[in-house]
Structure formats: C-alpha cells, structure tokens
Nanobody
Framework: QVQLVESGGGSVQDGGSLRLSCSLS????????????EGWFRQGPEKEREVVAA???????KYADSVKGRFTISRDNAENMVYLELNNLKPEDTGTYYC?????????????????????????WGKGVLVTVSS
C-alpha cells in the first residue's frame, strides 16, 4: 500500500507563504501501486474537506478556483515527492491539508485516467498537516 507523509505546515500571517511537502512510498515498478495522480485537499474548522489541486503522471494539473494564481502544485518523480506552494495566504486558507494519491490501476481507470479533483477517486491518504493563517 502507498504511504503518504505530509510536512511543512505551520502558522503564518495574512499574505504569507508556506511550502508543503508530501513524501510517497510503497510504489514499485511493475508492482501493485504506481504514481498515477496525486492531489492536495484541505479541511477548515467546521468545514467539509475540499480539493485544492491535483497533478497526474503526465504533469497535467488542475486547481480549485479558490486557489488559482496563489497555490502551485508540483511533483518530483525521481524523489517520489509532491509539493504545494502556498502564496498570498488568507485566513480562510486555514485548515488541515492532506496529500492523497491514486496508486491502484483500477482507481486510475475509474478516474478516467486523467488528473482529477474528485476525492472519491483517490485510494491513499496521508494524515494531514495543519496550516494556520492569522489576520
């Protein structure tokens, strides 16, 4: 099974920046799990979890409208890392940020084999990292 570990969370002022990292392990060439697509999701206080951004194995990227122009997702395939650059942070960006992955081929097929923002398409999740933005 794929394991995901997030890091880089913290507390910043309104307008500040952070860089979140997600380390992925459990992938193996020819094995049951591959790095098809990774995404970042977040859950604010008393809010439902929502998508932030996603990137697939071909580098195709999608963002939630609320973060376009402020957040940047990227991946390093050689290091099995996924990053989320958060700029111009606002208090409403406060929440726990989760890294997720589509590692099973069946999940990838069900997702249409392209970058997806749907939570239900992801089969592996990290435990999350807290981001707090104060005004």
């Amino acid at each position: 099974q794929v394991q995901l570990v997030e890091s880089g969370g913290g507390s910043v002022q309104d307008g500040g920046s952070l860089r979140l990292s997600c380390s992925l392990s459990g992938y193996s060439s020819g094995g049951d799990y591959s790095s098809y697509c990774e995404g970042w999701f977040r859950q604010g206080p008393e809010k439902e979890r929502e998508v932030v951004a996603a990137i697939d194995e071909d580098g195709r990227i999608k963002y939630a409208d609320s973060v376009k122009g402020r957040f940047t997702i990227s991946r390093d395939n050689a290091e099995n890392m996924v990053y989320l650059e958060l700029n111009n942070l606002k208090p409403e960006d406060t929440g726990t940020y989760y890294c997720a992955a589509i590692g099973l081929y069946g999940s990838w097929v069900s997702a249409g084999m392209e970058v997806t923002l749907k939570q239900e398409d992801y089969d592996s999740w990290g435990k999350g990292v807290l981001v707090t933005v104060s005004s």
